[in-house]
């Protein structure tokens, strides 16, 4: 076996629960660019929307094989193991749940990832303890890293339906089991949320989403949940111990067993597992050994994977068959069992037409992608086949793609949502179908438009499909609370709200309304509480509607900013959030994002609260940043000269205060008026800095800041204190913060630019013979200067130590005839004059 290691490759290997999932993300969000293999498209949409909310959408994509989204600027991927694009060159790589490779039908696609999917950067092998030999074997200078459950599994022995504790998932080995154990949870418990590997990813997660959210206490599920998909779950109940594998029924391994098991727990809390006992059943038991390997975490380690030819020969139809039917040379590497790709090949490669076709490697390398169609029906090869020829067919004459009318045709037969629950999922397999087509590129002439054809008519059957299950396996309870809260007469029972906030309808408290923003009574039981929101949703819309308008009516002084350190800048209305502001088109014109709560009103009077918020942003802003706003309105007035537009706006840019070596160009060629311009929009050119002195005040700091942080949308830091002159230096970020704020690192310390220009103007009059000392040593004493902080000072404003340590020298060009000194300890001193030209 050739070194398939190009980069550092690690197989972090442990039981379920061990985070491995969650390692290999944070590991590739740490890469420039990255890509993960999962053995699910509900897995990989899953961490997929978890890398969406680090990384942002436009630089996240998704591929699996009915879907894709692959934004422009793509650079972490999240995949099947068999979509992955191989091709692609990315820093990171992880293949997830490897030991997968010894699947039948799909094990030698993740043996090929294994051995040939590589970062540039970093490689991870995800899997059980039992790849271990394997990895040795196959993957010699892998570092095998073990991971440790983070919290304990146990054995809780059989247990009744009406005895599961809440919090559990029933696990059963059929669609038809699946239903069964749900109905009965909906008869005795109030109901479940059911799971299945053939779900839609958009019906799984408003299944799992109505059990994460309390609504239901039980889940219902196949042995899908096994691979990764993070739940809720404190406890596992098998509903059997067998499966049907596709060729046999057999009881599970103790491995597979172990991974279903390992669900039950979330990171440090313990978990149990258990049989479910249904009436008239025993039901199955664990065996002692096997008890004692789940608990333990041992199991028999691997002895071979499944590999097929990942690299066939194309040249024709029979080499390609010989070649996906070569035997391993490695003895840890068995020959797959025919796969349904394969057994599809097969049967078309005995149509006539279809030999005739595809000679040459294009049109053969054609035929094997249509044969890699799933058969998400599960029809069987021989029906399976049929659909395969007549796509090839059209693959392999005229201008090479399927007829979109025809490919339409059978999407629309499939777009309604009449029927039961058996035949939405058939539906939805069969939607699957189409755009598994409809994301091959080449395969239609308008490939995205399909896709989102296919997109739109799976969600609206994935809905279907969620509502029918919701009403077939969810008691809602609705006959007791809705007799008085929301039944035949809601609208008898007057809703009340007391002086501090409660909401009761009729006789019922329901929960609390502060500002905008209603919470369900936090004694509700979880099954009650959509319920409760409902209600609510219903009823307080006139109290909603009666608050925007006092809100609206209200003066300037019920509303504030909320700028305290961490938060989002946000605007409080009588103390609660009704908004928070984010970037506009310039830093002192915010945009108001209303809070979501207040979504509830009329559109007339949330467009009635934004325009009163905004009112009040604007008298802020111009009561505390007014000549900053002035400035902002002469540095966009074509008759303000071009230079002085050209100071303005970047001053503007940046607060009001700005280095001035920064504007030494502009500064230059600035005529005596045009400084006077300046000075009457209160900039004061100093020695060091440009800065209105208005923008040092404690409010408008405030405001300066709050505004930055909102058009950067980063969270309020923390300000020094009103009045504050003087601060130690802090590390990088803040003293970048401070900067902007209108303090000068001089060494150990900050300080502020006004108190800057003030001792550089003494020096400079000291300089011209006008004061008696070059240091202001009261002023300096006062503000409690260091002498590094001070000789830091001198040297920025052009002195230099004297050769006698007595004071300090101006050292510009203009030396003047008497050299003053300043005596050592009042070690300060300023700019010896303004140059006439700036």
């Given amino acids: ?45 899953e961490v997929y929307d978890r890398v969406v909310k680090l990384k942002g959408e436009k630089q996240v994509a998704l591929i699996t094989g009915e879907e894709k989204i692959v934004p422009k600027d793509a650079r972490w991927f ?58 040795r074997a196959l993957l010699p200078k892998a570092e095998i890293i073990g991971r440790p459950r983070f919290s304990t599994l146990s054995y809780a022995g059989p247990a009744k339906l009406s005895r599961l504790p809440p919090r559990s998932a029933i696990v059963a080995f059929s669609a038809e089991q699946v239903y069964a154990v749900a109905e009965m949870l909906r008869r005795m418990r109030g109901g479940a949320a059911v799971v299945m590997g053939a779900l839609s990813p958009r019906t799984r997660n408003a299944q799992v989403a109505m059990y994460q959210a309390g609504e239901v206490d039980y889940l219902v599920a196949t042995d899908a949940i096994g691979m990764g998909l993070n739940m809720d779950v404190s406890h596992v109940a098998f509903a059997g111990l067998g499966k049907f594998d596709g060729r046999r029924r057999r009881r599970l391994t103790p491995a597979e067993m172990a991974q279903i098991a390992g669900r039950a727990g979330r990171h440090q809390r313990d978990g149990t597992f258990g049989t479910l006992t249904l009436q008239g059943d025993h039901g199955a038991e664990f065996r002692p050994e ?29 080499a390609l068959i010989r070649s996906l039917e070569r035997r391993p040379s490695e003895q840890q590497l068995w020959a797959a069992p025919e796969a349904v790709d394969l057994a599809v090949l097969k049967r078309v490669a005995e149509d006539d037409e279809v030999r005739r076709r595809a000679t040459g490697p294009d049109r053969v390398r054609r035929l094997w992608a249509a044969c890699g169609l799933p058969d998400f029906r599960k029809t069987g090869a021989d029906h399976h086949a049929r659909l395969v020829a007549r796509l090839y067919g059209h693959l392999s004459e005229g201008d090479g793609r399927i007829p979109q009318g025809w490919f339409a045709e059978q999407v629309a037969r499939l777009d309604h949502v009449q029927g039961d629950i058996e035949t939405l999922a058939d539906r939805i ?65 007057p809703v009340m709200i007391d002086e501090e906030g409660e909401v009761s309808v009729g006789s019922y408290a329901i929960g609390r309304l502060q500002g905008f923003d209603f919470q369900v009574d936090p004694a509700a039981r979880h099954s009650d509480r959509k319920m409760l929101l409902a209600t609510a949703e ?11 308008g006092a809100l609206v009516a209200d003066t300037d002084d019920h509303f504030s900013l909320r700028t305290e350190p961490g938060e989002s800048v946000a605007i409080l209305w009588r103390g609660h959030e009704v908004a928070r502001l984010g970037p506009g088109k310039n830093l002192l014109s915010p945009r108001v994002l209303l809070d979501k709560r207040i979504e509830r009103v009329s559109d007339r009077s949330r467009e009635a609260v934004i325009e009163r918020l905004k009112a009040w942003v604007r008298a802020r802003v111009e009561q505390s940043l007014g000549p900053l706003r002035a400035a902002g309105l002469a540095a966009r007035d074509p008759s303000t000269p071009a230079v002085v537009r050209s100071v303005l706006a970047l001053l503007v840019d940046e607060g009001g205060i700005v280095a001035r070596g920064t504007l030494a160009e502009p500064l230059s060629s600035l005529e005596r008026e045009q400084r006077r311009r300046l000075s009457k929009l209160k900039v004061r050119i100093g020695a060091l800095d440009l800065f209105m002195p208005d923008m040092l005040k404690p409010e408008a700091m405030r405001w300066r800041t709050a505004l930055r942080c909102a058009a950067s949308k980063e969270p309020m830091p923390a300000l020094p204190p009103p009045g504050t002159v003087v601060l130690p230096t802090p590390e990088a970020p803040g003293r970048l913060l401070s900067a902007k704020l209108g303090f000068r690192p001089l060494g150990p310390q900050m300080l502020r630019v006004d108190l800057v220009e003030r001792l550089a103007r003494h020096a400079h009059e000291a300089r011209s013979g006008k004061q008696a000392s070059v240091v202001d040593a009261g002023l300096a004493t006062s503000l409690g200067l260091q002498p590094q902080a001070v000789a830091q000072l001198m040297r920025e404003i052009g002195f230099r130590p004297a050769a006698n340590a007595q004071g300090w020298i101006w050292k510009g060009r203009a030396r003047p005839r008497t050299e003053r000194k300043v005596d050592p300890g009042h070690a300060f001193a300023a700019l010896a004059e303004l140059r006439r030209n700036g």
């Avoid at 190009?6 to 972090?12: F, K, M, S, T, V």
């Avoid at 096997?290 to 029979?318: C, K, M, N, T, Y």
Wanted: with cysteine.
């Fill in 538 to 548: 219903r009823r307080l819309g006139g109290e909603y509607e009666k608050r925007a």
């Fill in 429 to 493: 397999a069969g939607v699957r179908t189409w755009a598994y087509i409809a994301h091959r590129a080449d395969w239609l002439a308008d490939p995205a438009l399909m896709a989102e054809r296919t997109r739109e008519v799976e969600e609206k059957l994935s809905d279907a499909l969620h509502e029918r299950l919701t009403q077939r396996f969810v008691d809602r309870r609705t006959a007791v609370l809705m007799r008085d809260i929301g039944g035949k007469n809601a609208g008898e029972f």
């Fill in 78 to 135: 999240l995949c099947t193991a068999e979509s992955m694009p191989m091709e692609r060159d990315v820093a990171f790589v992880a293949i997830d749940e490897a030991q997968l490779g010894t699947d039948p039908e799909r094990g030698h696609v993740f043996t090929d990832r294994m051995l040939h999917a590589r970062g540039r950067e970093e490689t991870m092998i995800l899997g059980s303890e039992s790849l271990k030999p394997m990895v």
């Fill in 1 to 45: 076996m050739s070194d398939f290691a190009r980069a550092p490759l690690a197989a972090i290997l442990g039981p379920t629960n061990t985070g491995k999932t969650h390692l290999a993300v944070e590991r590739m969000c740490g890469h420039s660019s990255g890509m993960i293999g999962f053995p699910l498209r509900l897995l990989a949409r």
């Fill in 290 to 318: 096997e008890i004692e390997a789940i608990e333990e975490h041992r199991f028999a380690p691997l002895d071979h994977l499944f590999w097929r030819e990942g690299d066939p020969d194309l040249r024709s139809v029979d």
